[in-house]
């Protein structure tokens, strides 16, 4: 079952495959209360859980393994709990996909346990409280924890028939409230409906007192949902794709018909060769699968999410991918040591599946020089997705790489089609190696964004690629020739349209260079704002300069839009102007973002309105600009983390995290002159990519915020 597995490799491996957005606490948000009239109360939990996802019921199926949600008030002699816990009926349904039945709660609902106090002083209460998020895709980890909330003693004056007042000992056996129910579990269901159970206590109206404890709700508007990014389809998708590119490299497609002959002469039947195939696609499957959760496991997914902004890991990412560009360009090899892969080998003749796993461990290894890069980009990627993409990363890649085993071992006559081996071998490689150049630049582009260093702007990035694209377009038309390569006689039909295709990309960039926004690649270059002349050489660009006078505390922004870094100077000047405030959430080396800005932010009717109807402060999260030693400080994350804001990117994560419990970008939010969020909800990359959603949204703020006025 899905969710069973989910929990089980969460359990096995250290819950490595979340990322920082996905803790428990972020998807549910609680507050607990105590409504009493004199010696009776309840103790009401009001629980919402965000969109997509959901708890599970108090108690769940005989079929289901996940873990179900706990409200046990602890015992006490201060009172005794009466009767079970109060739960709104939940949904039940059966999924098909994990094939079990489920019970689980969404959206907002209340779960409520009665008491009777037995004592006339005041009294701390605890409560043990814990869930388990899931979507349809996955199960986070349990989150577990103990509350307090402080109810008041009350006069205990019940008559006995014989000797005057009632001790509070006997009250368990005189009182019919607790005359049957003292003995019932109150971690277990009840069909009775909380409307029927709490209609008493609501109608004794004038002596109840209410104190609300514990509340993870906040005062600002809370985001529908944290988008973690690209879907596990998506990485499945390109994962897959990598794989298939991988077997047309050198290292590997020659393996094909020798591997598949072998398993069809050595086997004694033709089921026994296509068997034995099936094992050793199954064994490239299990390698990879196991590198991706090593990996994973080891650094952490959170550490490999973090590691992606971080300026010196991507100034590392960019040489190794220097190196081995130039490595598939011929200048050198590049292979893991000789023993490793000669050991693998040896080990191979032991025969049975063991024989067969150890000829696929020797062809990873020998292939290590064309699959390296690939799987090394592709575990950055998907490390910093979370949840479980590494795992399906990793079994996309494989899996197109074992498949053609065990599709030509069934079908040996199919080897017969196949190309032979040749020099479109090492052209396949080399242009691999121009492609691993031109992503090696971004890399050394976001540690540049990160830093400010103004080394690699825009017109420097998009030169370099330009340069990089139109050799590799001679290289395809045969007007270079680089070591290993065969003579080109004549151009194949592929090779032309590859190489013309290249072509009309590399004519595509060139405007860039004057201001042209480049919307198919806005996710790769640095920003407009980000380069020698933002508003394009010779004055143009793809939109005008704010109106009006230049306002102090302002920088040039998207678009070319004046925008705030500073949030106090932005709001102080909303206020001023009497406009509202957008707070952008954003990052120097956010994609989505970047998709943003280029895609959406210039459309006609939106654009005017960024300009020209709103303040904009763009506070950016990666900012590693140090703080004043007066602002520095420790800070408590709503999850409990404590972390030291030094620098100016410290101070805007908290802020997103603190008050939206989100940490995905881009994450905008409309706020009035005062700092109050008005009633519009977030927007962010998910929801709004779509041009007419995002205007939508922003003329839903200003409507809001002029009627406020």
Request: with cysteine; hydrophobic share 45%.
């Amino acid at each position: 079952m899905i969710r069973s597995i989910s929990l089980l490799l969460m359990i096995v491996f250290g819950f490595y495959g979340f990322s920082q957005v996905e803790y428990p606490e972020d998807k549910v948000k609680w507050s607990f209360k105590v409504k009493q009239s004199g010696c009776d109360a309840e103790i009401i939990g009001e629980f919402t859980v965000d969109d997509h996802w959901h708890i599970n019921a108090l108690t769940l199926p005989a079929d289901n393994f996940g873990i179900p949600t706990t409200f046990k008030v602890q015992k006490s002699p201060n009172y005794k709990i009466v009767g079970k816990v109060i739960e709104p009926k939940p949904v039940e349904e059966y999924d098909e996909v994990s094939e079990e039945n489920l019970r689980y709660h969404a959206g907002t609902f209340t779960l409520k346990q009665k008491i009777k106090i037995t004592t006339d002083k005041d009294f701390e209460l605890k409560l043990d409280f814990g869930f388990q998020p899931c979507d349809s895709v996955k199960c986070l980890f349990p989150f577990e924890d103990v509350f307090t909330v402080q109810v008041k003693g009350c006069e205990i004056k019940v008559e006995k028939a014989d000797d005057g007042l009632l001790d509070a000992s006997d009250l368990d056996s005189k009182d019919p409230l607790l005359k049957d129910d003292l003995s019932a579990n109150p971690e277990e269901g009840n069909d009775v409906s909380q409307e029927e159970e709490s209609a008493e206590m609501e109608e004794e109206g004038e002596d109840e007192a209410e104190t609300l404890v514990v509340t993870k709700d906040g005062n600002k508007k809370q985001s529908k949902s944290d988008p973690a990014g690209r879907s596990l389809w998506w990485i499945f998708a390109v994962s897959f794709g990598s794989g298939l590119i991988a077997l047309v490299t050198p290292c590997v497609f020659p393996m094909i018909p020798m591997t598949v002959s072998f398993f069809t002469k050595q086997s004694k039947t033709k089921k026994q060769g296509i068997n034995n195939a099936i094992k050793y696609g199954i064994s490239i499957i299990v390698i990879y699968i196991v590198l991706g959760i090593l990996v994973t496991a080891i650094f952490g997914a959170d550490s490999l999410n973090k590691m992606s902004t971080d300026p010196v890991f991507n100034l590392v990412f960019f040489l190794l991918l220097v190196v081995f560009a130039i490595s598939f360009m011929g200048a050198f090899e590049i292979s893991l040591p000789s023993a490793w892969a000669n050991k693998a080998d040896s080990k191979a003749d032991k025969g049975g599946f063991l024989g067969i796993f150890f000829m696929a461990l020797a062809l990873a290894l020998v292939s290590f020089s064309c699959t390296g890069p690939i799987v090394g980009i592709l575990l950055v990627q998907a490390a910093s997705e979370g949840g479980l993409a590494p795992f399906v990363g990793m079994f996309g890649f494989s899996l197109a790489l074992a498949l053609p085993f065990a599709l030509f071992a069934a079908f040996p006559g199919w080897l017969n089609t196949l190309p032979k081996s040749g020099g479109w071998l090492n052209s396949v490689k080399v242009v691999l190696g121009f492609l691993e150049l031109a992503l090696a630049f971004k890399f050394l582009s976001n540690a540049d964004l990160a830093l400010q260093w103004h080394l690699l702007e825009r017109e420097v990035f998009l030169a370099i690629w330009i340069g990089i694209f139109l050799v590799l377009a001679l290289y395809l038309f045969g007007k270079l020739r680089l070591p290993h390569d065969s003579p080109v006689e004549k151009l194949s039909v592929g090779r032309t349209l590859f190489g013309t295709t290249v072509l009309i990309f590399v004519i595509y960039l060139i405007p860039g260079m004057w201001g042209a926004p480049l919307k198919i690649i806005s996710a790769f270059p640095p920003p407009m704002s980000y380069s020698e002349a933002p508003l394009g050489f010779g004055g143009g660009g793809t939109a005008t300069v704010s109106k009006g006078e230049f306002i102090e505390g302002t920088h040039l922004g998207p678009q070319n839009i004046m925008v705030f870094h500073d949030y106090d100077k932005a709001l102080a000047h909303a206020n001023k102007v009497n406009k509202p405030l957008m707070v952008d959430f954003t990052g120097h080396n956010c994609v989505n973002c970047r998709k943003m800005e280029q895609s959406v932010w210039g459309e006609p009717g939106i654009i005017e309105m960024l300009r020209d109807d709103v303040v904009i402060v763009s506070l950016y999260v990666d900012e590693r600009v140090d703080l004043p030693k007066d602002e520095q400080k420790t800070v408590t994350y709503p999850n409990g983390r404590e972390k030291n804001l030094k620098t100016v990117g410290d101070k805007n994560s908290f802020k997103q995290v603190s008050e939206y419990q989100v940490t995905a970008q881009p994450y905008y939010i409309f706020q009035n002159g005062a700092g109050e969020d008005l009633e519009v909800g977030p927007a962010d990359y998910e929801n709004h990519s779509n041009p007419a959603a995002f205007k939508q949204w922003l003329e839903e703020g200003l409507n809001a915020y002029n009627a406020q006025k």
